[in-house]
């Protein structure tokens, strides 16, 4: 573990304590102060049925916020902007957190690419993504004027808080079960109740699905489905792209019938270094011609944050003039292609930058009613691949020393 990670853990431990305890303290005694004033609340509640009755209304607007009223009312103001001030602090955990684990997504596969933008040059997470922000931006727009003030929201928050705390428990059994090798017995002892509290409030909060908790169900539901026919639709398009011409016998033809060749090196993008890359057969279809260098490159990511720096590159001498390479990155890193390139020549790679040139694949998909997918999934599919951002720019590759080159898949 990096000193930093090991610096920075002891004052993180320290405030969640803090959190805890104060948290704790706080529901408590908002706790008490509601049993010590159930009259008062059933008068109260009684009045706004009445009135609601009254205008016709089928639901009670009914507000009541223990945390305002517990306090004195010379508290109530200075409450009221402390409370502002969290709110606006915990939006801003909210973006960056939603920026990050769509990054983690994308370096996974369970997302099409998309821009991301370096905002520092010392820390390597903080980033911004245009567009999960405009359509954060979008949903907050959305659901302010659709519900029209904080306390129609309640029934979506709650849904989604106590969806939360049981999936943050789920994962907690796999923590202790699986990443501290614990047994299973344990680890189930361990979040069994919290499992079983938190099941009570999800039961509870799921009575008002159709007051305003249907919101979050429809996102979870349409995000879910996203990753789904994206996950699916790259397995199918691979499977298409194993049926072309093996690396192997490529190179086994062109030794008895060599094309020209002309100076410098071509850096070919794959996902599998096993099957001659789409852009290499073009170029050799149209261009009969091959590059004195050749280099089939893989990225690949790990499901760690960080790949060891150990398997960063693997450089592998496939043919006297063809290297095949292997990038590996963890989901938290940035994908640097030309970065990563320049430290493979500690493993042996050698080739001048301003001479190379990176050859990639487009392919534009064409659904098709044998793909194994739905047709509205097809359209989902091709809709996400077609907004995906370019691979040029996700790796990080020079825009004028890039050559794409395309072709029509149907999936």
Same mark, same amino acid.
């Given at each position: 573990? =990096? #000193?930093?990670?090991?610096?920075?853990?002891? =004052?993180?431990?320290?405030?969640?304590?803090?959190?805890?305890?104060?948290?704790?303290?706080?529901?408590? +005694?908002? +706790?008490?102060?509601?049993?010590?004033?159930l009259d008062v609340l059933n008068s109260e509640y009684q009045l706004a049925r009445d009135a609601a009755r009254a205008v016709g209304a089928? #639901?009670?607007?009914?507000?009541?916020?223990?945390?305002?009223?517990?306090?004195?009312?010379?508290?109530?103001?200075? &409450?009221?902007i402390l409370a502002t001030a969290a709110t606006v602090i915990a939006s801003q955990a909210v973006i960056s957190g939603a920026f990050s684990l769509t990054q983690q997504a994308i370096q996974l596969g369970l997302l099409p690419r998309m821009e991301i933008r370096r905002t520092s040059e010392?820390?390597?997470?903080?980033?911004?993504? =245009?567009?999960?922000?405009? &359509?954060? &931006?979008?949903?907050?727009?959305?659901?302010? &004027?659709?519900?029209?003030?904080?306390t129609r929201l309640a029934a979506a928050y709650g849904i989604s808080i106590t969806g939360e705390m049981l999936m943050s428990t789920c994962m907690m059994f796999i923590v202790i079960w699986k990443l501290w090798k614990r047994p299973m017995i344990l680890a189930a002892a361990v979040v069994t109740p919290f499992v079983i509290i938190e099941s009570i409030f999800l039961a509870s909060n799921?009575?008002?699905?159709?007051?305003?908790?249907?919101?979050?169900l429809l996102l979870a539901g349409g995000l879910i489905l996203t990753m789904w026919t994206w996950v699916r639709g790259t397995r199918l398009l691979a499977e298409t792209t194993r049926r072309d011409e093996p690396l192997?016998?490529?190179f086994e033809t062109l030794s008895h019938h060599p094309p020209h060749r002309v100076r410098g090196a071509a850096i070919f993008? #794959?996902?599998? =270094?096993?099957?001659?890359?789409?852009a290499l057969m073009h170029n050799l279809k149209h261009n009969q011609v091959l590059h004195e260098q050749i280099i089939i490159l893989t990225v690949k990511t790990v499901n760690a944050p960080r790949a060891p720096e150990i398997e960063r590159v693997k450089v592998e001498d496939y043919m006297p003039d063809v290297k095949r390479v292997t990038l590996t990155f963890g989901f938290m890193e940035t994908p640097n292609v030309v970065k990563a390139l320049t430290e493979a020549r500690k493993h042996g790679l050698k080739f001048d930058i301003m001479k190379t040139s990176f050859f990639l694949s487009r392919r534009t998909i064409v659904p098709s009613e044998k793909s194994g997918m739905p047709l509205w999934?097809?359209?989902l599919f091709i809709f996400l691949a077609r907004n995906?951002?370019?691979? #040029?720019?996700?790796?990080?590759?020079?825009? +004028?020393?890039?050559?794409?080159l395309g072709n029509q898949v149907m999936v």
């Open positions: 573990m =990096p #000193t930093w990670a090991i610096s920075a853990a002891a =004052p993180i431990r320290a405030a969640w304590v803090g959190i805890l305890l104060c948290l704790t303290l706080n529901y408590l +005694g908002q +706790g008490a102060f509601v049993i010590g004033n089928d #639901t009670v607007q009914f507000d009541f916020s223990p945390f305002f009223e517990m306090a004195p009312d010379m508290f109530r103001l200075p &409450l009221v010392t820390q390597a997470g903080q980033i911004y993504m =245009p567009q999960i922000n405009w &359509l954060l &931006l979008a949903g907050v727009l959305i659901l302010t &004027l659709a519900f029209g003030s904080s799921l009575q008002r699905v159709w007051s305003g908790g249907f919101v979050p192997a016998k490529l993008l #794959t996902g599998d =270094p096993d099957i001659a890359p789409a999934q097809d359209h995906a951002t370019n691979a #040029t720019d996700f790796f990080h590759i020079p825009s +004028g020393r890039a050559v794409e």
